[in-house]
């Protein structure tokens, strides 16, 4: 399968079996670097690497410590100075293999480097393929928030080799599996049921994984061309990650992506459904019992609000968050009250510790 992200420049995403060993085709550039993590590397970096060099690229390898602390201003230096030392110029290309981390800080390297080299994204995991990969978006955290220092930089193409979802943990590929949701709430109602299909998992058929992943990808691919830098409609795409983010800092990272954005889901339900707007609150519930995410790091919605408060949908001083007024019709909000987060917030709280006074009762 293959799709077109239709930005400036416009990119092919192949969605393929087994594409890991056609790298080396796929990438023009006669040197390129690749940024993999510990995680990654001992799974596909050889192999990709094999495919490089048998189209006789020049390859060099920077693997860094896998998980979000990774993301940081201090590796993004280090991956600079390593590719200049390995002999990168303006016509080199990076090459991110690994998840959403890698091809963040890889991306931001690629964007950086001599003001901006080809770029290629090969992500492994289904977090990476349905979203981190699309868009462009690239960055590193800083300790005041998620995704605060970065740019846009679109890739050359994206490579999507279902069969590294194999190596995939349950949890790990369910945490992918949250932002197909989201995906599937901003436009696509059956894509939202894709998590309770019985052959949605790492194992699954390549047919099933290939349909749902395509799906996705389209979504997403749909809202960046009409939106490529964030300046409107994409920002719809941050369904669920306000508040997500805000946890992931609150907890130093530990609390995982689709964890936290599972939880942002449910908090934007129960905003929305104070507005009077669709009540969805049913299926954000189903999908954090589906998820099992970790617990809550903390009780307190003002240990929250400066992370809400640095969002980077936010002006003049107020907080915006994306709501649903339905499933497909997205809204960005700026006039929430302190007081309709904080209740959302206490609700939140109530439905994941059982005691929700609006749950229907069985």
């Known amino acids: ?37 510990t995680n990654v590397a001992p799974l596909y970096l050889k192999r990709a690497a094999d495919s490089l060099r048998a189209a006789g690229k020049t390859i060099s390898s920077q693997v860094i410590v896998a998980g979000e602390a990774s993301k940081s201003l201090a590796n993004f230096q280090q991956l600079l ?16 293999l690994g998840g959403g981390v890698v091809g963040d800080l890889a991306g931001f390297v690629a964007a950086s480097l001599f003001r901006g080299v080809a770029f290629y994204q090969c992500p492994t995991s289904l977090l990476a393929m349905v979203d981190a990969s699309i868009g462009g978006k690239t960055g590193v955290n800083l300790p005041e928030g998620k995704n605060l220092v970065g ?61 749902c992943i395509g799906r996705s990808v389209t979504v997403k691919a749909e809202f960046v061309a009409r939106d490529t830098r964030e300046q409107g409609a994409r920002a719809h795409l941050n369904l669920g990650h306000s508040l997500a983010h805000a946890l992931e ?26 507005r009077g707007f669709e009540d969805w609150t049913a299926a954000a519930r189903d999908l954090l019992a589906w998820v099992a995410p970790d617990p809550l790091p903390t009780h307190s919605f003002e240990t929250l609000l400066p992370y809400l408060q640095r969002d980077k949908k936010n002006r003049g001083g107020g907080l915006a968050f994306i709501l649903l007024e339905a499933i497909g019709r997205p809204l960005l909000a ?29």
């Open 249 to 274: 800092a609150v907890s130093h990272h530990r609390l995982a992506h689709g964890d936290a954005v599972s939880y942002g889901l449910l908090f934007v339900s129960l905003l929305s459904r104070e």
């Open 151 to 211: 740019a846009f930089w679109q890739p050359k193409s994206v490579i999507m080799d279902i069969e590294t979802l194999r190596s995939l943990p349950e949890r790990e590929f369910r945490q992918g599996g949250v932002e197909l949701f989201k995906h599937g709430l901003l436009a696509d109602r059956q894509l939202a049921t894709s998590i309770a299909h019985p052959d949605f998992t790492p194992d699954g058929p390549s047919e099933i994984l290939q349909n």
């Open 1 to 37: 399968m293959k799709l077109r992200v239709e930005t400036s420049p416009s990119y092919d995403v192949l969605i393929e079996p087994g594409s890991l060993e056609q790298l080396g085709g796929a990438i023009g550039e006669s040197r390129v670097a690749i940024v993999t993590d």
């Open 81 to 96: 100075q390593a590719c200049i030392l390995e002999g990168l110029d303006r016509g080199s290309a990076v090459l991110a």
């Open 334 to 362: 700026r006039d929430l009250s302190l007081v309709e987060l904080k209740k959302a917030w206490e609700n939140l709280w109530e439905v994941t510790h059982g005691t929700d006074p609006q749950r229907p009762q069985s």
